[in-house]
């Protein structure tokens, strides 16, 4: 059996659309992925899942996420409307349904880019990095790394944004998990995916080459500005020059340049393929804007750049003026309105650079393993919080860029509250219909809501064992002549550090706080039978509570965490 994941990043298969001939994934096909999908989310762990939502697989995995008590995050590649339009609406109308029901359940909808697709796979494709980026950043907060799960038909054309592309760039095949439609259909009784013959493959890939020819191309971003510019003398700026010509053969002695940098005034603006590059530009630059002797210069105080990075799809083109390579567009906006918010002397980065940058960060540390070498991630980040930006630019969700080899400021959150968006989910509830087979299911949710948290594993032991005691007693008991059992089973870590276990059956009327003590003296040949499972619930907890409210039974167990082993106590 596979360890518990915890976190799932998941991408699927699109539903065949009506009228477009059979593909990989009929609608005949729903109700067996929608089985083995709640399979692997149990046998996976999966309590927070990150996925887009198209009509399909992803809405599927969405659907059994939120029905298994799990957290759902939603990354959608471009505009909400423009997604819907052209995956969500052309498999039918009932799929919209689905698809607001999803995104009201979800405990986050982010769009990756706000604008249209205009018939480019490349958001796609970086929709998928951002899927990864996203999931990495909440395992590192929580300490455990993600899963990939994928649900797919190995004869698709590896389109952007398909599954094989999301596996194309997931580096850590220990941590991946495929379910097959093709070997699905076969064991549902359903006839084979139509064969795609090698022309049609080729025809395929050269409509993908001739969406690629696109003027689009997803940058890392750098616009920087000096905060005390505008406090110099005039004779001061070309001794300015001087010393940043100082710092620019530093920093080209230790980094690569980027693709494109422009300065103009006291704004630097820079560009690269990858997050990664231009980090390591950025800090270089940083560290030498701090290291230089100012005095050597004749500059009565020291420059300080505030540094703003993000990662998104830029324009590619020529200058009609220069005639030189630029890039344009919505994202280079974006990012210079992110710098005047940001402390001097510091580096901030929006969120998508930060998830490109995390994903980059493993696909270096996958190498290094792969080569017998060490590996130690060149950067930290701090959360910020959501930063309104200046011009009408909404907000931004912000973290603070940190090398842990050079000191600088430290910038502190708004609201201390909006940590909480890194903690894992603090309740979470499962419906089953009382089957035997149901109280396995019970106890992997509880058992991966618990290891989330990391609870001590004396207090897991206990609160599993009080679960499987009620719910065994609850199924085999509790629902003669019921016509349709429910058990309904919440489990939640609360502020006053204890762990709430509550369960609510609409079974016959059972008050377990009524049963008598059993006879712990007599001998065991004339021991009364019974009685053992409540006192053993009673020992293993802290309070036990019962009501009779509506025709349902509910039990309410509470478990106390010792002050030591909280798992969210600050170190």
């Known amino acids: 059996m596979t360890a518990p994941a915890g976190i799932v990043v998941f991408v699927g298969q699109p539903i065949d659309r009506p009228g477009a001939g059979p593909g990989s994934f009929p609608p005949d096909l ?10 692997r989310i149990t046998d996976l762990g999966t309590v927070i899942g990150y996925s887009s939502a198209a009509a ?13 008590g799990g ?3 939603l990354v959608l590649p471009c505009h909400r409307d423009d997604f819907v339009g052209q995956y969500v609406d052309p498999a039918g109308a009932a799929w919209r349904e689905r698809f607001e029901a999803l995104c009201a359940g979800a405990r986050s909808v982010v769009i990756g880019c706000e604008e249209k697709l205009l018939g480019d796979p490349l958001l796609l494709r970086f929709n998928n990095q951002l899927l990864q980026g996203m999931a990495r950043l909440r395992g590192d907060a929580l300490g455990i790394p993600p899963h990939l799960l994928l649900a797919w038909s190995p004869g698709e054309t590896p389109r952007p944004g398909s599954p094989a592309d999301a596996m194309d760039q997931w580096p850590e095949m220990a941590r991946l998990s495929i379910i097959d439609l093709d070997d699905l259909r076969l064991e549902a009784g359903l006839p084979s995916a139509p064969r795609r013959r090698p022309d049609d493959r080729a025809a395929d890939a050269l409509d993908d ?15 920087a500005d000096m905060a005390s510019y505008t406090q110099m003398a005039d004779e001061e700026v070309p001794l300015l020059y001087d010393f940043l010509a100082e710092a620019g053969q530093r920093v080209a002695a230790i980094s690569e340049p980027p693709m494109l940098v422009e300065t103009w005034g006291d704004a630097v603006h820079a560009v690269t393929e990858r997050a990664h590059h231009l980090a390591d530009w950025t800090m270089a630059l940083t560290r030498a804007v701090a290291e230089i002797d100012v005095k050597a210069f004749g500059l009565r105080r020291r420059p300080q750049f505030r540094m703003a990075l993000h990662v998104g799809p830029v324009f590619v083109g020529i200058q009609p003026l220069t005639g030189r390579g630029t890039v344009f567009g919505h994202h280079i906006s974006r990012t210079a309105r992110i710098e005047p918010i940001v402390a001097p002397g510091a580096v901030c980065a929006s969120a998508p650079f930060v998830a490109a940058l995390r994903a980059e960060m493993d696909e270096r540390a996958d190498a290094a393993r792969q080569a017998g070498r060490p590996y130690v991630p060149r950067y930290a980040v701090r959360y910020l919080g959501h930063k309104t930006l200046p011009k009408q630019f909404g907000t931004e969700e912000l973290y603070q860029l940190i090398d842990p080899e050079m000191p600088g400021p430290v910038m502190e959150p708004e609201h201390a509250a909006g940590l909480g968006r890194m903690a894992p989910p603090d309740r979470s509830t ?33 609160i599993l064992i009080a679960l499987d ?14 016509a349709q059992p429910r058990l309904t089973v919440s489990i939640a870590y609360t502020p006053d550090r204890q762990v709430r276990l509550e369960l609510v059956d609409n079974g016959v009327p059972f008050d377990p706080l009524t049963a008598p003590p059993p006879d712990l003296e007599s001998d065991v040949d004339t021991r009364p039978i019974g009685g053992l499972g409540v006192h053993l619930v009673r020992e293993l907890t802290d309070e036990m509570r019962y009501e009779r409210i509506d025709g349902r039974n509910r039990t309410t167990l509470i478990k106390c965490l010792e002050p030591d082993s909280d798992p969210h106590a600050l170190p």
């Open 30 to 39: 729903e109700a067996p992925l929608r089985r083995t999908l709640t399979r």
């Open 56 to 68: 399909g697989a992803d809405i599927l995995f969405g659907e059994e996420l939120l029905a298994l």
């Open 71 to 73: 957290e759902l995050n």
């Open 209 to 223: 080459l001739s969406l690629d020819v696109s003027p689009r191309a997803i940058r890392a971003i750098l616009f």
């Open 430 to 462: 499962l419906t089953v219909a009382g089957r035997p087979d149901d109280a396995d299911v019970l106890t992997r949710r509880l058992e991966a809501f618990m290891r989330i948290h990391h609870l001590p594993p004396q207090a897991e032991h206990a």
């Open 469 to 482: 005691e009620l719910v065994a007693n609850t199924i085999s008991h509790g629902f003669g002549g019921v």
